[in-house]
C-alpha cells in the first residue's frame, strides 16, 4: 500500500505546526509568562527552544520519514535486529489516546466559550458572575459532554477524508485564519490605552522581577515550557515525517516549524498583556486567564462581544489543529499496527475517543470527589501523567534511539537529518547530542517527577 503524502510543503508545515500550536501556547504561555516575570522568561524559553525542542523535533521526523510508518513500525523498521525500540511505539499510542482523554474537553471550552460570545452570554454579565458562568459550564455534564463530542466528530470528520482531501486542505485553512485573527487581535490590543505598559512587562527583560520570582524557577519554567510546546515524546509529531518528501532538510523544516509555533505563542502574549494592563487586570492569574480573566477585559471593551467571540474562534483553531493532528496519528497507528482501512480506524478511533474522554467530563461534576494521583482531579491525573512522564521518557527515547550506537545511530539519524536542500546540522553536534541534551531532558523528567 502506498504512503499518502501532502500535497505541497506549505501543507506539511502548517500542519505539523498546527500539531505544535495548541493550547499550550495560548493558554499556558502567557500566564506561565506572567507567573515568572515576563520578559526574562521569554528570553529563556526561545534559548531553551534552540537547545532543546528543534534538536528532538528532528529526531521525531526523522525517524517517520525514514521508516515512512508511524511510530511502531517505524522503530521496527530502523532498529537493529533483536532490539526492543518498537515497544516504546506501544507508549507513545497510549500517550495519544490519554493526551486526547482531555485534550477534547479543554477544546470543548474554547468551542463552547465561542459560541457563549457569539450569542451575547456575556453581555451585561457583572464582573463578580463572570467566574459563575465557568463554574456552571464544568458543573453542566450534559453541555460539556456535548461539546467535547462535537469536538471529537469534528476532529474524525476531517481525518476520515485522509492526508490531501481532509487533513492538509482543512487545517491549511483554518491555520491561515488562526494567523490572520492573532495579528488583528494583537493589532487591536496595542491601540489599548495602557498597552505600552503591558507590552514593557511581557518583552523587556526586568531581572528584578525574575529574581522576585526566583531565577532558578524562572529557567526550569522556560525550559519546560519551551519543550512541552512542541509536543515531543509520543510520536504527534513523527507521523508527519512519514508523510514527508525528501526535499527539504529536517534541519530546516524544523526551525520552520518551531517560528510558527513561537509566532503564535508570542503574539498571543501580545493579546493578552497590553489588554490586562488597559484593564488594571493582573497578569498572573494563572490558568483562569482565559475563561474568567480575559472575559471581564472583553466585557469592559468597547465591541467587547465581537473581540471575545473572535479571540475564542482563534482558540478554538488552536486547539481543533492539534486535535486533528494526534487523531491523524491514532488512526494511522491503527492503519499500520492492525491493518485496518482508514473509515474502519476512523470509525473504531470515534468510539474509543468518546468514551475514553466521557471521565474528563465527569471529573468537574459527577465524579467531582475522584481524585486518581494524590489530590488530582481526572484531568489534572490525566495530564500529568502525560506531560510530566510520558513526554519528557518518550523525547529521551527517541533521542538515544537516533544518537546512540545502540539505536538506529547518529550517523544514519544525521544523513535523514541532512537529505534535501536547506540547513543542516553539523556532525559536530554529535557530542551535545550524546551527552549533554540527554541531562537536560533528566532534568525536566525528574523535576517534573518530583
Not at 511502531?72 to 516504546?88: N, Q, T
Not at 461539546?147 to 487533513?167: D, E, F, N, P
Not at 481524585?371 to 538515544?400: K, M, Q, W, Y
Not at 537529518?417 to 557530542?431: D, I
Request: one cysteine or more; hydrophobic letters at 50%.
Amino acid at each position: 500500500m502506498n504512503r499518502e503524502s501532502f500535497a505541497s510543503r506549505l501543507g506539511f508545515l502548517l500542519v505539523s505546526a498546527g500539531c505544535a500550536i495548541g493550547i499550550g501556547n495560548v493558554w499556558k504561555f502567557p500566564y506561565i509568562t506572567g507567573q515568572y516575570g515576563g520578559g526574562v522568561f521569554v528570553l529563556f524559553y526561545l534559548l531553551f527552544l534552540i537547545l532543546m525542542g528543534i534538536p528532538v523535533l528532528t529526531m521525531e521526523l526523522a525517524v517517520g520519514r525514514g521508516s515512512r510508518q508511524s511510530a511502531v513500525k517505524g522503530y521496527a523498521a530502523l532498529e537493529p535486529k533483536g532490539s526492543k525500540w518498537h515497544v516504546h511505539g506501544w507508549f507513545c499510542l497510549v500517550g495519544c489516546y490519554l493526551l486526547m482523554m482531555y485534550y477534547t474537553t479543554v477544546s470543548g471550552w474554547m468551542l463552547n466559550y465561542f459560541v457563549k460570545f457569539l450569542t451575547g452570554s456575556f453581555n451585561g454579565v457583572a464582573e463578580d458572575a463572570v467566574a459563575g458562568v465557568f463554574g456552571g459550564m464544568l458543573a453542566n455534564t450534559g453541555e460539556m459532554a456535548a461539546y467535547m463530542a462535537v469536538t471529537v466528530l469534528l476532529g474524525i470528520l476531517v481525518c476520515s477524508l485522509g492526508i490531501q482531501k481532509g487533513i492538509e486542505k482543512i487545517t491549511t485553512v483554518m491555520m491561515v485564519c488562526l494567523l490572520a485573527l492573532i495579528v488583528l487581535l494583537a493589532v487591536h490590543s496595542l491601540t489599548l490605552s495602557g498597552a505600552a505598559k503591558g507590552v514593557r512587562f511581557y518583552l523587556l527583560p526586568d531581572f528584578s522581577r525574575a529574581k522576585a520570582a526566583g531565577l532558578g524557577k524562572v529557567i526550569t519554567a522556560a525550559m519546560n515550557q519551551s519543550f512541552f510546546t512542541l509536543s515531543l515524546g509520543i510520536s504527534s509529531m513523527e507521523i508527519f515525517g512519514s508523510y514527508m518528501t525528501k526535499d527539504f532538510t529536517l534541519g530546516g523544516e524544523s526551525i520552520r516549524i518551531c517560528a510558527l509555533d513561537t509566532f503564535v505563542a508570542l503574539v498571543a502574549g501580545l493579546i493578552i498583556f497590553p489588554a490586562c494592563f488597559s484593564y488594571s487586570v493582573e497578569p498572573d492569574a494563572g490558568p483562569a486567564l482565559i475563561f474568567i480573566t480575559l472575559p471581564q477585559v472583553f466585557n469592559h471593551m468597547a465591541g467587547g462581544q465581537v473581540w471575545g467571540t473572535l479571540f475564542f474562534l482563534f482558540m478554538t483553531f488552536a486547539s481543533l489543529s492539534t486535535v486533528i493532528a494526534v487523531f491523524e496519528n491514532l488512526i494511522a497507528m491503527c492503519i499500520d499496527c492492525f491493518g485496518w482501512d482508514r473509515r474502519k480506524s476512523s470509525v473504531i478511533n470515534l468510539i474509543v475517543l468518546l468514551v475514553g474522554s466521557l471521565p474528563c467530563v465527569f471529573g468537574y461534576n459527577i465524579w467531582s470527589n475522584v481524585h486518581l494521583i494524590g489530590a488530582r482531579d481526572v484531568l489534572d491525573s490525566e495530564d500529568f501523567i502525560v506531560s510530566n512522564l510520558l513526554l519528557p521518557t518518550g523525547a529521551l527515547v527517541f533521542l538515544l534511539f537516533c544518537v546512540t550506537k545502540w539505536g538506529w545511530g547518529f550517523d544514519k539519524y544525521l544523513a535523514e537529518v541532512n537529505e534535501g536542500r536547506g540547513t543542516k546540522l553539523s556532525p559536530a553536534l554529535k557530542p551535545y547530542f550524546q551527552f549533554i541534551l540527554p541531562v537536560l531532558i533528566l532534568v525536566i523528567l525528574i523535576q517534573g517527577l518530583l
